[in-house]
């Protein structure tokens, strides 16, 4: 589809008022993780060419406000699972029980696969995304399943996203959105499956490491596949999450 013969829901930007804000300082990010060297969040992988190439292009196209383009793979996350731990005891800790239970009620609820599409730039205060465009729902309908049973996301508004890069400091998001308005391009993502990964917290943007795959319901055949520990066991990736420090 020509940058012309998008729908006019897809153009344009959506952004948030006020001023942009700098990157994480080291201290703050140390006060969020408190040594512990995994995190996990569940969501759709969209690591591929044409994602990556439109990422790249959007980026260039705001260079002048942000800071070097995301490393890590580009995603969209549907909710963040906390911090990997054999027991939790804490809002912000993930264990294998949290784990089984959301891996069931993928499979219970068996929504069917889609496709969502990427078009347009929006912001947080903190960075710049693709914005994405869930047609059918099925983005929505995996963020209320997931965070029915972590008490910290119920009640959070839900913005689908993939993120180009934080601001390199405190700029007027006025100007900045006036630019975005002016970029074109998309590029569609498959949402197939659902994946949880975990990343190295201390890392400023440290790779994903997917630990498991939930597949979604083939909309044609009715089939919904097994769900896929990947590449090593689903517990082995949890409890490597390393404690607080002290």
């Given at each position: 589809?020509?940058?012309?013969?998008?729908?006019?829901?897809?153009?344009?930007?959506?952004?948030?008022?006020?001023?942009?804000?700098?990157?994480?300082?080291?201290?703050?990010?140390?006060?969020?993780?408190?040594?512990?060297?995994?995190?996990?969040?569940?969501?759709?992988?969209?690591?591929?060419?044409?994602?990556?190439?439109?990422?790249?292009?959007?980026?260039?196209?705001?260079?002048?406000?942000?800071?070097?383009?995301?490393?890590?793979?580009?995603?969209?996350?549907?909710?963040?699972?906390?911090?990997?731990?054999?027991?939790?005891?804490?809002?912000?800790?993930?264990?294998?029980?949290?784990?089984?239970?959301?891996?069931?009620?993928?499979?219970?609820?068996?929504?069917?696969?889609?496709?969502?599409?990427?078009?347009?730039?929006?912001?947080?205060?903190?960075?710049?995304?693709?914005?994405?465009?869930?047609?059918?729902?099925?983005?929505?309908?995996?963020?209320?399943?997931?965070?029915?049973?972590?008490?910290?996301?119920?009640?959070?508004?839900?913005?689908?996203?993939?993120?180009?890069?934080?601001?390199?400091?405190?700029?007027?998001?006025?100007?900045?959105?006036?630019?975005?308005?002016?970029?074109?391009?998309?590029?569609?993502?498959?949402?197939?499956?659902?994946?949880?990964?975990?990343?190295?917290?201390?890392?400023?943007?440290?790779?994903?490491?997917?630990?498991?795959?939930?597949?979604?319901?083939?909309?044609?055949?009715g089939e919904t596949r097994a769900a896929v520990e990947c590449p090593a066991s689903c517990q082995a990736g949890m409890?490597?999450?390393?404690?607080?420090?002290?």
């Amino acid at each position: 589809m020509t940058a012309s013969a998008l729908p006019a829901a897809r153009l344009g930007s959506a952004f948030a008022s006020g001023c942009s804000l700098p990157p994480l300082s080291g201290a703050q990010r140390m006060a969020w993780h408190r040594g512990r060297t995994r995190y996990a969040v569940w969501m759709i992988e969209a690591d591929t060419a044409p994602v990556r190439a439109l990422c790249a292009q959007a980026h260039r196209h705001l260079s002048r406000w942000l800071a070097p383009l995301a490393a890590r793979q580009p995603h969209i996350t549907l909710a963040a699972a906390g911090f990997p731990v054999r027991r939790a005891k804490r809002s912000d800790e993930f264990d294998m029980s949290q784990c089984r239970r959301h891996r069931a009620q993928l499979q219970v609820a068996a929504p069917a696969a889609a496709t969502v599409t990427l078009a347009g730039i929006g912001s947080f205060n903190g960075c710049a995304f693709l914005r994405v465009h869930d047609d059918h729902g099925l983005l929505q309908q995996l963020h209320r399943l997931l965070c029915a049973t972590i008490p910290a996301a119920q009640g959070q508004r839900f913005v689908p996203h993939i993120t180009l890069a934080p601001y390199r400091d405190v700029f007027h998001l006025q100007t900045i959105a006036e630019e975005a308005q002016t970029w074109r391009g998309e590029a569609d993502v498959p949402v197939q499956r659902v994946t949880l990964a975990v990343f190295d917290p201390r890392e400023n943007e440290g790779r994903l490491r997917p630990i498991l795959a939930v597949p979604l319901r083939d909309p044609d055949s009715g089939e919904t596949r097994a769900a896929v520990e990947c590449p090593a066991s689903c517990q082995a990736g949890m409890q490597r999450g390393g404690a607080a420090a002290g």
